[in-house]
């Protein structure tokens, strides 16, 4: 994957309301394998992080039947297919910088119209208690981009209470029961309203005012999922989470998501234009890859089928590769052009090219027409293929563990000078050698994401150097670096100096890629 060109997607703390509070502590429900939150569980559905298959089936068949349609809401190809936004502040900051990026995507269908219908000052319980007002303003909204109820066939509703103060989970519950009548309300009004996607709030740590603070925008995630997991689910509209937008600020979650005081304006609740953009980012990709929204939302296309020839680690390009790493896929026709994802977080699209890992998206780096770098989920996968629009490779069999080291380099060799820095960050090289006894951080993958459920040993990482055993000072994920094992070890006192002194990363009995360290003499 050439230099660490990851190193340039962090992100950056600023200024802000209460900058000083850059985490709270709370677990995002996209985690792998979060823990409980004051007893309830945490994911966004009943079973995990994906709709269960019986529930996405049924989800499938309404996308299917949104369709361009006339103003009557009878099917015509000329016709339209209004994407609605309904909610709060928030709701039309964050989708009014979506409208020009999906009007810019050329890869949306034409027919698709984003149409915001969200209002600043409007409350789930302003919404649910006097409907009607709330929509007569989205019936004028609807009239001025030339649309009608009845070509609404898809939303995406994000609300929230103002100066909430219940106890955990009645705020959550209350949030709920206002969502569904918000639903009820919006299915009566479109009639050929197939699908409702939800998300919940962003962080709000940083936030000054009781609007909407922390926990409650935290515990709005409740409030969705329990929705979901409720009969009303069941029937059209069919409802499921969008993008979940909730990361605990300055700490990374599994896709690299964080929110930095500059990401919201000076009253830490609203999103700031950065922050706007953020979302609109997240909103496109999930309209790029979410199984629901494809259908409808993408032009059809009829791309060469991508021939995938080897699927290796990204370090090293040794055959086994861990859970939460980094791969590499080559092959021909994978993409049909480049692209590389320029902030978090990691997106499940680029170019229009997908990796599915059984049948599920997952985050990319890369992508080109002979290699794609992704992240392989912590569940894994068994069958593995690059979808490009609707054509998809033959499947692959990667070899996923929960261990798999390897090195980067800084030439994309596996035998090349490792990727490593010094404490102060400078990049090592011949010109800039690591220095006995100096403690170094080094760059690779193989530190999987295991089940702590599963109760298995950890294995300690070992460093050799010179074929003598480095100590070892710390091992992990790399921070705000998806898919990156950082390890920091300690040059040996007697190591032979020389401009490329062999280093191997040992890891429950397997080694890595043989890569090469800079050693200044004494």
């Not at 990026?101 to 789930?124: E, H, S, Y």
């Not at 590499?328 to 320029?342: E, M, R, W």
């Amino acid at each position: 994957m050439g230099r660490l060109a990851l190193w340039f997607l962090a992100a950056s703390l600023a200024w802000g309301s209460n900058c000083s509070r850059t985490s709270v502590g709370f677990t995002p429900f996209t985690d792998p394998y979060p823990a409980p939150y004051r007893g309830k569980q945490v994911s966004l559905y009943a079973n995990g992080g994906q709709p269960p298959p019986e529930y996405l089936a049924l989800g499938v068949q309404q996308a299917l039947q949104v369709t361009p349609r006339d103003a009557a809401g009878n099917p015509d190809p000329n016709g339209r297919i209004v994407l609605l936004s309904i909610g709060m502040s928030n709701t039309t900051q964050e989708f009014s910088a979506f409208i020009p990026v999906a009007i810019a995507d050329p890869l949306r269908n034409p027919r698709v119209l984003p149409v915001d219908g969200a209002f600043g000052g409007w409350t789930a319980a302003m919404i649910a208690g006097q409907g009607e007002q709330y929509w007569s303003q989205v019936d004028g909204r609807l009239q001025a981009a030339n649309a009608a109820a009845a070509q609404v066939q898809a939303a995406w509703l994000k609300v929230a209470d103002a100066q909430p103060s219940a106890a955990f989970p009645n705020d959550a519950v209350t949030l709920q029961a206002e969502m569904a009548t918000i639903v009820q309300q919006a299915r009566a009004r479109f009639p050929n309203l197939k699908i409702v996607y939800f998300s919940s709030r962003i962080y709000a740590g940083y936030a000054d005012t009781a609007l909407n603070p922390e926990p409650f925008a935290y515990q709005a995630g409740f409030a969705v999922k329990w929705l979901i997991d409720q009969p009303l689910a069941k029937a059209a509209p069919w409802l499921a989470w969008g993008p979940y937008l909730w990361a605990d600020g300055v700490t990374a979650r599994f896709d690299g998501l964080t929110w930095a005081c500059s990401e919201l304006q000076a009253d830490g609740t609203h999103p700031s234009g950065a922050g706007q953009q953020k979302v609109a980012r997240m909103l496109l990709d999930f309209f790029h890859s979410d199984p629901t929204a494809r259908p409808w939302y993408l032009a059809k296309q009829s791309p060469p089928t991508p021939v995938v020839s080897a699927v290796v680690n990204a370090a090293g390009y040794g055959n086994t590769i861990a859970t939460g790493s980094l791969a590499t896929i080559f092959g021909s026709n994978l993409a049909g052009g480049i692209a590389v994802a320029n902030a978090f977080p990691l997106p499940h699209e680029l170019a229009g090219t997908r990796v599915e890992l059984d049948g599920v998206p997952a985050l990319l780096y890369y992508v080109s027409p002979g290699q794609i770098n992704f992240l392989i989920p912590a569940t894994g996968g068994q069958s593995l293929t690059v979808v490009r629009g609707e054509t998809a490779s033959a499947a692959a069999k990667p070899s996923i563990g929960f261990w798999a080291p390897g090195w980067f380099t800084l030439d994309s060799a596996p035998g090349g000078p490792l990727a490593a820095e010094h404490a102060d960050g400078a990049v090592i090289s011949a010109a800039n050698p690591a220095r006995k006894g100096e403690t170094i951080q080094a760059f690779g993958t193989g530190i999987g994401i295991v089940n702590p459920q599963l109760k298995i040993p950890y294995p300690a990482p070992m460093v050799q150097i010179g074929g003598l055993q480095a100590q070892v000072t710390w091992a992990g994920a790399a921070p705000g670096i998806p898919g990156v094992t950082q390890v920091n070890f300690t040059v040996p006192a007697d190591t032979a100096a020389g401009p490329a002194v062999p280093v191997v990363f040992q890891l429950a009995g397997g080694n890595s890629n043989t890569a090469t360290l800079a050693v200044a003499g004494n």
